[in-house]
């Protein structure tokens, strides 16, 4: 049996990873794929838990690496449970974020070094990496004002300062740009008709490039 691909999409607050998620799998769908919807935070329910304490303000002031552990305690149930056995059975995964999360925001975002988030990438996942990511890249105050425009209280992470958020962003297109091959970079700040026209499109041309089996 053929492997399902692993897609994920990656982005800053707001950048409309959820509103774009629901295109792709129509649009994977559309070809007759069979296609599974995850993502991280989350995923199972051990992910879901885990969500709960990572984004809850009342754990403000979290030491740095336990949030990296739990992410990855997340990410090890998550491949384990969900993506794995998935991928294995034919089924497409398309994930809302991943592991360029971590590098983004607990590398980037926090300042952890690059290497510990590899070594726990290669712990948890061992050779299992996204097949294409699709970065939705919005400047950070278009994010900012999408994500409080919904008049939500804002999550631990949300809570963090503007710099904070323009290192994520930087280290998202710095991971673009070290691997033009894994990863497209859309321009989420365009209306979100012209975002979806743009990802079929460019998910289109990789099909035809890269998935021709
Ligand atoms: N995190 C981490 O630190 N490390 C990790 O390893 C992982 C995650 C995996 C929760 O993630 C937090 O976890 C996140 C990173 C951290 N931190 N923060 N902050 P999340 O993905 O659940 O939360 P989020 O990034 O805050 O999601 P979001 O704000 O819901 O963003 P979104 O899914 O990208 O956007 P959306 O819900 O599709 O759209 C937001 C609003 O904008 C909505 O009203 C839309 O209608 C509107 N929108 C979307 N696109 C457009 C366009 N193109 N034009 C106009 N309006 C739009």
Same mark, same amino acid.
């Given at each position: 049996m053929q492997r399902g691909r692993f897609i994920v999409l990656e982005g800053g607050e707001g950048a409309g990873k959820s509103s774009n998620l629901q295109c792709l799998q129509q649009m994977l769908e559309a070809r007759g794929l069979r296609v599974l919807r995850t993502r991280e935070p989350g995923g199972t329910p051990l992910g879901e838990a885990l969500r709960f304490i990572l984004l809850d303000?009342?754990? =403000?002031?979290? =030491?740095l690496k336990a949030e990296l552990l739990l992410m990855f305690a997340m990410r090890a149930q998550h491949v384990a449970q969900v993506i794995r056995p998935a991928l294995e059975a034919g089924t497409w995964v398309i994930s809302d974020r991943f592991t360029s999360s971590s590098y983004a925001y %607990? *590398?980037? *975002? @926090?300042? &952890?070094e690059t290497e510990t988030i590899a070594w726990l990438e290669n712990l948890v996942q061992?050779? &299992? @990496?996204?097949d294409l990511t699709l970065l939705l890249d919005t400047p950070v105050d278009v994010g900012l004002a999408r994500m409080r425009s919904r008049g939500e209280p804002e999550d631990r992470i949300e809570h963090e300062s503007r710099p904070f958020f323009e290192r994520v962003r930087a280290s998202f297109l710095e991971q673009a740009a070290a691997a033009p091959e894994r990863f497209i970079v859309l321009? $989420? $700040? %365009?209306p979100l008709a012209e975002v979806q026209a743009s990802m079929q499109a460019q998910v289109e041309r990789y099909f035809a490039a890269c998935w021709t089996d």
């Open positions: 303000p009342v754990y =403000e002031g979290m =030491e %607990q *590398g980037g *975002g @926090r300042g &952890l061992s050779d &299992l @990496r996204p321009d $989420a $700040a %365009q």
